[in-house]
């Protein structure tokens, strides 16, 4: 026997749902992480953990659902920094504002840094971005203003210790990392820059750091 077809108020209540929990997922994962329970979500958007799975089956599904609206920003950053006439303030430029937004959304920050989260479309915002930095670096290198041993990976590493900053001096000190990232930048000058003793990640070494870092976190 076929399941009755929804009803328009059933279809109605099912979208209201869903709507609520993106929104409460949205605010939760800025708060506190791609990590936070889906029982916490749930509650949040005043649905069960049932209705909750029935929308979206796997953790994952959520996250690319969340977080579309945000690594948008995040690439319109990437390709407003492109345009800046200077190569090298637009390099740093993106580094800066690309932290801001980390700071503000822990939900971005989690995806960026690592590849433990989300699926297709998540995976497709990777993609779209990573270009956009590789472009970013070489302009600036081709201006001869970013060290040339620099990699479109080592952005990364720059995430990643400046996030730990972040997060460490959030409640005493919320802007220092500012501070931390200028002793950064400087160090990224190709003027008398000292030859690094290690090379770069490859891709495939990042993507197993930064799934590491996912699962730890």
Do not use: C
């Amino acid at each position: 026997m076929s399941a009755s077809p929804a009803t328009p108020a059933a279809r109605s209540d099912a979208k209201r749902n869903r709507e609520r929990i993106v929104s409460s997922a949205r605010e939760l994962f800025a708060l506190s992480g791609v990590d936070v329970s889906t029982r916490e979500i749930a509650g949040h958007a005043g649905v069960g953990v049932g209705t909750l799975y029935r929308h979206f089956p796997e953790r994952a599904d959520l996250v690319d659902a969340v977080l579309a609206e945000a690594f948008e920003e995040l690439i319109a950053l990437a390709e407003s920094a492109l345009a800046e006439a200077d190569p090298w303030h637009g390099f740093s430029r993106f580094v800066e504002e690309a932290l801001m937004l980390h700071g503000s959304n822990r939900g971005l920050k989690d995806v960026v840094e690592t590849h433990a989260h989300g699926r297709a479309q998540t995976e497709a915002m990777r993609k779209k971005l990573r270009p956009l930095i590789a472009q970013l670096v070489e302009r600036a290198q081709q201006d001869g203003s970013l060290r040339a041993d620099f990699t479109p990976q080592d952005i990364a590493l720059v995430f990643w210790a400046t996030d730990r900053v972040i997060e460490l001096a959030s409640s005493a000190a919320p802007e220092v990392w500012r501070r931390h990232l200028g002793f950064v930048l400087d160090g990224l000058r190709s003027v008398n820059a000292t030859p690094l003793s290690a090379p770069p990640l490859t891709d495939t070494q990042l993507r197993r750091a930064g799934t590491r870092r996912g699962s730890s976190s």
